[in-house]
């Protein structure tokens, strides 16, 4: 699925040293989105706002904050991150995504 | 300078294990383009369409296929690669770029 219709910026975000990349985005009516690769690894993401990781490709397992159990997500699945709060997750396979945020 | 009014394919393409990254988008008359970053290495790219590399932020070394000479780029700067073609790159500082084809 191709977002029609966006603002990109060009100017590539990198963390975690490159294991993670993105591309900061904008819909039409302002909305900021991102569009993302995270690398085979594992890596603990702080959230600000709450985020909705849409995954377009690839495999891992998510730990949220306080939570004990791991969850699995391939593409075409999605998970939600709760605001002031953060992630852990191991990647097996790079995971494409993009990131909602609010 | 961001790209408006854009179509953004949300799945990244990864080359050289991740030492580059990318956003393949299209802009409204259907012109591909796409954004990306490298990642400081040392790699090799080849072409089928000619090249023109404008490059956004960091610091890197070109030499084209055949040349001699390494030249320096950094962000703002751009550089041309024939078709059929290719180029070493050595980045130093992790570059932006988005790369014109045709």
């Known amino acids: 699925m191709a977002y029609?219709?966006?603002?990109?910026?060009?100017?590539?975000?990198v963390y975690f040293d490159g294991r993670c990349v993105s591309h900061?985005?904008?819909?039409?009516d302002g909305t900021r989105k991102s569009a993302g690769v995270i690398l085979p690894s594992e890596l603990t993401f702080g959230t600000a706002a709450p985020e909705v990781m849409?995954?377009?490709?690839?495999?891992?397992?998510?730990?949220?904050a306080g939570a004990d159990v791991w969850?699995?997500?391939?593409?075409?699945?999605?998970?939600?991150?709760?605001?002031?709060?953060?992630?852990?997750?191991?990647v097996?396979?790079?995971?494409?995504?993009?990131?909602h945020y609010g």
């Open 4 to 13: 029609e219709n966006v603002t990109l910026d060009p100017t590539a975000n």
């Open 24 to 28: 900061t985005f904008f819909l039409a």
């Open 54 to 64: 849409e995954l377009h490709s690839g495999a891992c397992r998510v730990r949220l």
């Open 71 to 90: 969850t699995s997500y391939a593409g075409g699945d999605t998970f939600s991150v709760p605001g002031d709060s953060s992630f852990e997750i191991a």
């Open 92 to 99: 097996a396979e790079a995971v494409s995504y993009v990131c």
